[in-house]
């Protein structure tokens, strides 16, 4: 089981990002995957997850409106588009697998390596 995230850099305050999660060595269609993020310092914080078939979405209440998680079950790869963007939204973001959900909120299972977002002037 492997999670490659990916599409992260250096953004100005208000620009936009999408992010990559790429699967492989499962049946990728059939696991909910979650996005969270990570700041020195700090624990991951969930951001957003989606379900197997993607007809379900939920996101943490400081990121609705403006990030859209979505996945392409045919080639394997799951997106979170970050939009609006703010120094508040510097971390390391990582893809998972969802073990489980819990109040629509994703429990980590298998961790992907992270991609460092960073916005800044």
């Known amino acids: 089981v492997q999670l490659q995230a990916s599409g992260g850099g250096l953004v100005q305050p208000g620009g936009s990002l999408r992010l990559s999660c790429a699967a492989s060595?499962?049946?990728?269609?059939?696991?909910?995957i979650g996005w969270f993020r990570q700041t020195p310092g700090k624990g991951r914080e969930f951001v957003a997850n989606?379900?197997?078939?993607?007809?379900?979405?939920s996101y943490h209440a400081s990121v609705q409106g403006r990030l859209s998680i979505s996945r392409d079950n045919a080639n394997k790869v799951g997106y979170l588009e970050l939009n609006s963007l703010n120094s508040g939204d510097t971390a390391v973001y990582y893809c998972a697998t969802c073990r489980a959900r819990v109040a629509g909120r994703c429990l980590p299972d298998v961790w992907g390596q992270g991609t460092q977002v960073t916005v800044s002037s």
């Open positions: 989606i379900n197997s078939s993607g007809g379900t979405k």
């Open positions: 060595g499962f049946t990728f269609r059939t696991y909910a």
